[in-house]
């Protein structure tokens, strides 16, 4: 086995594009995962999930012999010098994190390693709670390996911050390299590993322990949540004011270096299977420390009431919804991707039928996922045209390129009544209010100053 064989464990987002970089760079990746669907699928060159650009390399990487998918953790580990975890942390009812796929990998990762000789290197890239690789990982891993954790084999804590939908370019690119360190040598031996990888395009690395690693991840998820409902709460006092646009708001307060333009559209919330769920396992994860994260918890707050302004701004317009026909413009949680976890979509759909509304929907790549949330209950289109047809207001609820070259012509020609409410702001309000009823996030109204002033 040579030095640029790795293997990884875990085939989602994160594993099968870590996988792909590798194998992109010459390195022999054996990937593995107990669905066998998935093997197949990820063997014949097919991704399970639509993420742009990952098709064409994970079909030339499988061609090349590059990687390929087992089910055989032990087939895995044996075959290369490096294992990453990269399984999935679901949440508990109570917001926690679930470990059982991480135990689960720890345990067979060791099983595999107790028939091996040589040094080995394990890298936790999941992201979990602080303390879950020195107070778990390696136990477990010790125990089932009978071998001794800095001595026959290293640990590594090494987050990913890469964003579906330019998953690729994150994985090939990366802002930076966090390596959470066991000992010296696990750490040097991970660093080492993405020189050689990145080369000229090695980003700057921190080294730090496994805890702090951990934090980082979760750091970064949720200063992005709290970036997000920070400029929401700016856009829903904007809403309350004569004269004012969240867009000019947030241009003007990005141009601070200290702030920066990033993350600053205001919209109906942030989805997605990381920030949501990070959020909620950082706050339960200090409910053990005895500590109340009063800032996350307000965060998250905004956020779980943001999707509904849609609704009242639709209602503020045509009154009840009982009836009516919505047109829902986008179902993924961004653009550029089929994942619908934990999409403001569904919340603003389900309150929609809550309403009585009849919903027709389209989305150039989630309806597969969406029928299998809604199933009959609402209609599915096959275009944006076609979902306007004779519909009574529409809501844009993802930013895809297709429904930013929308005209008002447009909307007035299918529609039975235009009324277009803008949740993600991709509309020129001006342009738009002229030609047909027109409400968007973060846009005043007819709104006026308190009494007071
Ligand atoms: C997020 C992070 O951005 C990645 O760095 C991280 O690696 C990833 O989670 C993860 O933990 O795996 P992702 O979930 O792909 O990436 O999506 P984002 O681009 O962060 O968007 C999340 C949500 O925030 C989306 O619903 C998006 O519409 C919303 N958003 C984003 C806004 O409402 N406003 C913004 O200005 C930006």
């Not at 194998?23 to 593995?32: D, L, M, N, P, T």
């Amino acid at each position: 086995m040579t030095e640029k064989a790795i293997s990884i464990v875990g085939t989602g987002y994160v594993g099968l594009c870590t996988a792909v970089g590798f194998a992109s760079k010459g390195y022999k990746v054996v990937a593995s995962t107990h669905d066998s669907e998935k093997a197949k699928l990820i063997n014949e060159g097919t991704p399970p999930f639509f993420e742009p650009g990952l098709e064409e390399l994970l079909r030339k990487v499988v061609k090349k012999g590059w990687l390929r998918c087992v089910l055989d953790r032990e087939e895995a580990v044996t075959n290369s010098g490096l294992t990453i975890i990269s399984v999935s942390t679901p949440s508990e009812p109570d917001g926690s994190i679930n470990l059982r796929f991480i135990k689960r990998s720890a345990r067979e990762i060791g099983e595999a390693l107790h028939k091996k000789d040589a040094y080995h290197l394990v890298v936790v890239k999941s992201t979990v709670v602080p303390g879950t690789s020195e107070n778990l990982v390696k136990p477990i891993v010790e125990n089932s390996s009978g071998k001794r954790c800095g001595a026959d084999f290293g640990l590594c804590m090494n987050p990913e911050f890469l964003r579906e939908g330019a998953a690729l370019y994150d994985t090939l690119h990366p802002d930076r390299i966090i390596i959470g360190e066991y000992d010296e040598k696990s750490g040097s031996t991970l660093e080492k590993l993405y020189r050689d990888f990145l080369v000229e395009d090695m980003p700057p690395t921190v080294r730090t322990s496994l805890s702090a690693a951990e934090l980082i991840k979760y750091a970064n998820n949720a200063f992005l949540a709290t970036k997000i409902s920070f400029i929401n709460t700016i856009a829903n006092i904007c809403e309350k004011i004569p004269a004012a646009d969240v867009g000019t708001v947030a241009k003007a307060i990005g141009l601070d270096e200290r702030i920066n333009p990033l993350f600053l559209n205001a919209g109906l919330g942030y989805g997605g299977s990381c920030l949501p769920k990070d959020v909620k396992a950082l706050i339960a994860f200090c409910r053990g420390l005895d500590y109340v994260p009063i800032l996350l918890k307000a965060a998250e707050d905004v956020n779980n009431t943001q999707p509904y302004r849609a609704i009242e701004l639709a209602k503020e317009h045509i009154g009840g919804l009982k009836d009516k026909r919505v047109a829902v413009l986008g179902l993924a949680f961004k653009p550029n991707t089929d994942d619908m976890r934990e999409a403001v979509s569904v919340k603003v759909i389900n309150k929609l039928l809550e309403e009585g509304a009849k919903v027709v929907a389209y989305d150039p790549k989630a309806i597969v996922n969406a029928r299998h949330i809604f199933g009959d209950k609402i209609e599915y289109a096959n275009s944006s045209t076609e979902c306007l047809k004779n519909a009574e207001c529409c809501i844009v609820v993802t930013e895809w390129e297709e429904f930013k070259q929308l005209e008002p012509k447009d909307f007035v020609g299918q529609m039975k009544t235009p009324l277009v409410i803008d949740g993600r702001r991709i509309y020129d309000q001006r342009e738009f209010s002229r030609k047909l009823n027109f409400a968007g996030i973060g846009l005043s109204a007819q709104g006026s100053y308190p009494s007071s002033i």
